[in-house]
């Protein structure tokens, strides 16, 4: 497991530069790979301008869905982009319905114009529209989202005043776990942990990125770690496993970026 650490950095680097430097953008109606559709999601939310809870929460929504649903069932990218206009509204940062149509018109379309008020267009907004009333009862309009975003705030300045501003500032532990987190959000996996766990295993997997040992604790025995002041539920074996699922997102954006 280790040794998957020393590589995740790159690994993460390595996705980010694909999305920045990639020639041919994703041809997302072409490729059926684990993690594509989020990509989706994740790419109109950046063109929409929105916040990154609200795109972590879209995410949730987005996972929540086909975890009671087949994947067959309903188009992703249709359920994706409802899930983008339904996380403005939770979220107090709404979003116009006609940039969502444009928007995920143009991301599955590459080098479409955007729709005008026509046919094409209506059917669009009343799919996004019943889309989003379907999600909701398909949630039994539950959507409370706990996120691990303000804990790993708190896990972080506390972390922070006990490494020191030398050490903290050394290198990017808070950025790097923020990406992490951000970036678990591709996986529907992050639905099987507590929100707490998440957090701490982001910042775990930053400071053993980069190296960094916290003072007064010791990674042999399950007592001294240096997460149990934060969280004196997890275990060992839980912490490696949601590492574990971690880095799989970027395992995942590298066979989506091969084909």
């Known amino acids: 497991m280790k040794n998957n650490i020393v590589d995740v950095l790159s690994l993460q ?46 995410a949730i929504i987005y996972h929540r869905f086909y975890r009671e649903m087949e994947s067959t069932d309903y188009d ?3 359920i994706a982009a409802s899930s983008l206009y339904l996380a403005g509204k939770i979220k107090d940062d709404p979003v116009k319905i006609r940039d969502v149509i444009n928007v995920a018109h143009i991301t599955l379309n590459r080098g479409a114009s955007p729709l005008e008020l026509g046919d ?35 896990y972080m300045k506390t972390l ?20 992490f987190l951000q970036d678990f959000h591709h996986s529907p996996k992050i639905l099987l942990h507590k929100p ?16 960094v040992q916290v003072p007064l604790t010791d990674e042999s ?18 912490h490696w496993e949601i590492i574990e699922d971690i880095i799989e997102v970027y395992k995942h954006e590298s066979d989506i970026n091969n084909m």
């Open 13 to 58: 680097n390595k996705a980010q530069e694909n999305k920045l430097q990639k020639i041919t953008p994703t041809d997302y109606r072409k490729i059926d790979k684990e993690g594509v559709v989020p990509r989706f999601l994740f790419e109109c939310a950046i063109k929409l301008q929105i916040k990154p809870l609200t795109s972590a929460t879209a």
């Open 76 to 78: 992703e990218y249709l």
């Open 120 to 154: 094409e267009y209506w059917s669009m907004r009343d799919a996004i529209v019943q889309a989003e009333l379907l999600i909701a009862r398909t949630l039994k309009f539950d959507l409370n989202i706990e996120h691990p975003h303000k804990y790993l705030l708190y």
């Open 160 to 179: 922070q005043d006990w490494l020191g501003s030398n050490v903290w500032g050394s290198v990017p532990i808070a950025k790097t776990a923020a990406s």
């Open 196 to 211: 707490t766990h998440i957090a701490i295993c982001c910042l775990s997997l930053a400071l053993q990125t980069y190296g």
């Open 221 to 238: 025995d399950d007592q001294s770690q240096w997460y149990t002041p934060f969280v004196s539920d997890i275990t060992k074996e839980k």
